[in-house]
Structure formats: C-alpha cells, structure tokens
C-alpha cells in the first residue's frame, strides 16, 4: 500500500509539472504571437500610408511636403502612421540584439571550452573529471559554468559513464523490490508469528539449560516462562528481545514495564529471580577476583512450585492480618516505646545509651525502609573516613582498598564498633554519616599512619545490600557419630530463645543477639578443636 501512494504521489507531481511547463509555453507563444500580430499591423497600416501620400518637392522653399491623395490635403510633417519604425521598435530591437549577442558570446565560449578542455568519467568516485589539453592539468573541482557545458567525452567514458546510469538505476529497483519483499514477509511473520514462537519454545523446553540465567537465550527464557505458568508475558518478551542476561538485570519497575502487572507473578518472579541475581553477581564478583571460587553456593538453590506457593500464600495471609488490624500501628499507645524499654534488660539499656553517646547518625538519603541487616548477615557497603571536623579522606573502599564495595559479617567484631552497632538501623540504599568516639572507633591505638590515636571519625556510608550468613560449615575433622548440622541447631536455639524474651526487632535486641551468637561461635570453635584433637 505504502509503494502504491508513493507511486501514485510522485506520477501526481509529474504530472503537475508537465502541466505547468505546458501552460508557461502557452504564455510566452501568446506573448510572441501578439507581438507578430502588431508588427504585421504596423507594417499594413504604412503599406496603405505610403499608397495614399505622396512626397513632393518645393521649388520655392527647397525642401519636401507630403500631399494627401484621398483628402486632397499637403503637410510638411511626415504623418505619425507613415514612420517606419518607432520608439518600441527600436527597445525590442536593442533587446533582441542582447538576446543574440549573448546566445552568440555562449555559443562562442562552449566551443572554446570544447578545445580546451576534455571531459573523463572517474568510475572509482563516481565522478567527472576534466583534463587542460594545453597544460595537462587535471581537476575535479571545476566552476560552476564549465560542469553545466556539456563537453566532449571519449567513446569510453561515454560508454562506461551509461554502464554506470545503468547500474544506478538497476540499483533503484532493486531496493524497490527488496522494499516490496520485507513489506511481504513482514505481513507473513505477523501472521506465522504465534507459531513460530511455540515451535522456539517446545524446542527450548528440550534443551539442558545452564544453572545461571545470564547464559539462557531469549528461547530458554520463554520457555522458562512456560514452565512457570506465564504463557501470556512469552510475546512481549519476542517483541522487545529480552533474553537472559537482560532479563537477570532488570528492575521490579522495569519487570512491570513489559506487562507483569499481576502481584502474584511479580512476587512470584522476585522470590525466584533472588538466587540467580546472587548467582549472577558472585559470577561477576569471581571475574572481577573479589570473591574465592570455593564459597558457598547451597544456599542460592531455586524454590520449587509447592514452595513458592507455600511463602506467597504466607505472605498473604500475613497481608490479610493486616489489613484487619492484627498487628497494626492502630494497636499501639504512645507509652509503647516506654513499654518496651522497660521489658529491656539493664545491661541493654546500659548499651542503648553508650551507644546515644558515642554515634551520631545523620541521614542523608533515605533507603527502602523494609530490609535491615541484621547480626549475623554478610554487608555490603562502600564508605569514604575522614576525620573529625576535616574534609580529608584518609580511608575508601575506592581509593585505598581498590574496590567500589566492602562486605563483612555484621556483629562479630570484624569491623570498628560503630559499624556493628548502627548498621543495624539502616535499610538498603540509604546513605548516612555517622560520627564515632574513639571509643566506637580504633580507641586509644588508632590506625597509623592514617589514623592519630584517640580520634574521632567521620564516615559517609552507603548500604548497598545484605545476604544471610552460611548457617554451618561442615569441618574438615568431624567426630562419626555427628550427623548433624550443630552450628544451625545451636543458632536455631539461640534465636528462640531471643524471640522469646522479647528482643525480636533488630532495633532494639541488637546487643543481646550479638551476645547470644558470639556465644554460640565460641562453643562451635571449641567444638570443632576438640574434634581435631580426637
């Protein structure tokens, strides 16, 4: 159709050239035949002038008079009708001779730019060339007038100059053709499409796919969708070209962006897509030399279906209680705080205020306000140090570490005090800047040479992420009859018993949790020494 009005478009327009090139040849043959028609009647009227007067010479005053023979009348004055030629006449004359002169003087200058120069066709550039016979001087810039004369050209290059027209125009129809051949199978694919998708995809349900997503192709991907109950999402996926890699790296928001408005299949996808982005990102991280080969990976196995439906019906469930009002901030007075202050132990409260004492927190962007780490997981974070009341960076995860993140596990005093006792309260993404004492810092010793002892610093944090710890760690000497896993058992323990007395926000049992799992660190440390003495 769009050939057809193109066609259509361009013969119109060619059309109403040739009908204005008519119509402006019509004007100037009217113009010229008036202007014969005038010059024919000025030419009668003197014919007939001329057969009615007669000039007549006077003796007496010696000179000529002109004597009218149809009213018997003389007159000294040769009449206005009788001159042969008049003002007009002598204008169109000097027009003409213009017109003439210059048709001449161009006539003149092409048969000299014949002569002097000869014409070449260039087929490698596809252009002119001309050549001064006299100086055999070359050039392809020549002025305006001389490439609109139309000079001569050996037989060659006119023959080679048609071969190229030629191809030219061959060339134009090819890429009509081929214009016409893509509008055609365009038409074909559109109407084939659903079925060639469901043969890429029953092919793909075939294939062994790898473990990480960011090698599956756009087929794997579909028929992974498939498999999940997700037929609908599999076109859009075709039409905007999204395979594995792509798809591994994609946002909830732009995972919205290609149709999955359904909460379920968007919280369905978030549980399952949370072991490959960590695969994905410990594949990156072993590329870079940033993590070992050996870590732990059995963690990040996928949820099968009875599991997945099992924590979004949990998750709902949850939603519906609150939605209710169980559990709601509704259920809550104004001496809450002071309620669970006072269930507090004396040692936490000891430790709440050392800690008001010795952090100063200011937040300078807000996180997500949902995940906070707790004791025990593996932190991301990357931070510039300076020093208290100075602009200098004497610390970064960039510049001095070489890195743009750090991670270690939180709690466990791998890190200054500060660190594991406010990270806690921040959420992923946030950043803060947090002021620590000595105290909470590198105390009394410092750093050398970066760090003064005795000095305050300040830290610019932002918390990039958070995964849970590896639960157990199976020891390279372990006592037969130990077919458990002791560390999980023990933490399992641990956690239940902070549950139960009261210390479930991360907020507020940051301290007695830490006790409680440096404890059992203690014990599994002793444990397995005494196994390698065995």
């Keep these: 159709m769009l050939l057809r009005r193109n066609k259509a478009k361009k013969k119109a327009e060619e059309e109403a ?52 023979k149809l009213h018997n009348k003389s007159d000294w004055k040769l009449p206005k009708h009788c001159v042969l030629f008049q003002e007009v006449d002598f204008v169109a004359v000097a027009k003409i001779q213009r017109v003439v002169r210059g048709f001449v003087g161009r006539c003149r200058a092409r048969h000299l730019a014949n002569k002097k120069y000869t014409r070449y066709f260039d087929a490698d550039r596809n252009a002119f060339y001309w050549v001064n016979n006299k100086t055999n001087e070359t050039t392809y810039d020549a002025s305006n007038w001389l490439k609109s004369q139309n000079i001569d050209m050996p037989t060659e290059d006119k023959l080679l100059l048609q071969s190229q027209l030629r191809i030219k125009e061959l060339e134009k129809k090819l890429a009509e053709k081929e214009q016409e051949l893509k509008e055609v199978r365009r038409k074909r694919y559109e109407d084939l499409e659903p079925e060639v998708i469901q043969d890429k995809i029953k092919d793909a349900k075939h294939l062994q796919r790898s473990r990480h997503m960011d090698e599956w192709t756009m087929d794997e991907l579909c028929a992974w969708f498939t498999e999940l109950k997700m037929e609908d999402y599999i076109p859009t996926l075709f039409a905007n070209r999204v395979d594995g890699l792509l798809f591994v790296n994609l946002s909830d928001e732009e995972i919205m962006d290609l149709g999955i408005t359904s909460k379920f299949h968007v919280r369905k996808l978030q549980l399952i897509l949370k072991s490959y982005r960590v695969r994905y990102q410990q594949k990156k991280d072993r590329r870079g030399g940033h993590v070992e080969e050996d870590e732990d990976d059995d963690l990040l196995s996928e949820y099968s279906p009875s599991e997945l439906s099992a924590i979004i019906a949990q998750e709902e469930a949850e939603n519906d209680m609150l939605s209710n009002g169980e559990g709601s901030d509704d259920d809550y007075s104004m001496d809450s705080g002071e309620d669970e202050v006072e269930k507090m132990t004396e040692e936490q409260r000891l430790q709440k205020r050392m800690d008001e004492t010795n952090i100063i927190i200011e937040r300078i962007m807000d996180g997500d306000n949902e995940n906070f780490p707790i004791v025990g997981d593996i932190v991301r974070l990357k931070y510039t140090c300076t020093l208290a009341g100075s602009n200098t960076v004497i610390m970064s995860t960039k510049h001095v570490l ?59 944090v932002t918390l990039l992420g958070y995964r849970p710890r590896s639960l157990w760690v199976k020891p390279l000497i372990q006592d037969p009859t130990t077919h458990e896993k002791p560390y999980y058992k023990d933490m399992k323990i641990s956690m239940e018993l902070a549950t139960k007395s009261g210390m479930g926000d991360p907020k507020t049992s940051i301290y007695s949790t830490s006790m409680v799992l440096r404890e059992e660190e203690e014990n599994s440390l002793t444990h397995s020494r005494l196994a390698r003495l065995s």
């Design 402 to 460: 070489g890195r743009p993140w750090v991670e270690f596990v939180l709690g466990i005093n791998q890190v200054v005090k500060g660190f594991d006792r406010a990270l806690p309260l921040m959420s992923v993404g946030e950043r803060c800047k947090m002021t620590f004492t000595p105290e909470y810092g590198y105390g009394a010793e410092g750093l050398p040479p970066h760090i003064p002892p005795n000095s305050s610093l300040t830290f610019d």
């Design 17 to 68: 050239k040739v009908k204005e090139k008519a119509l402006n040849e019509d004007k100037a043959a009217i113009k010229i035949q008036c202007m014969v028609r005038k010059f024919l009647a000025r030419r009668k009227v003197i014919r007939t002038a001329k057969a009615n007067f007669q000039r007549v010479f006077d003796p007496m005053y010696k000179r000529y008079f002109w004597f009218d």
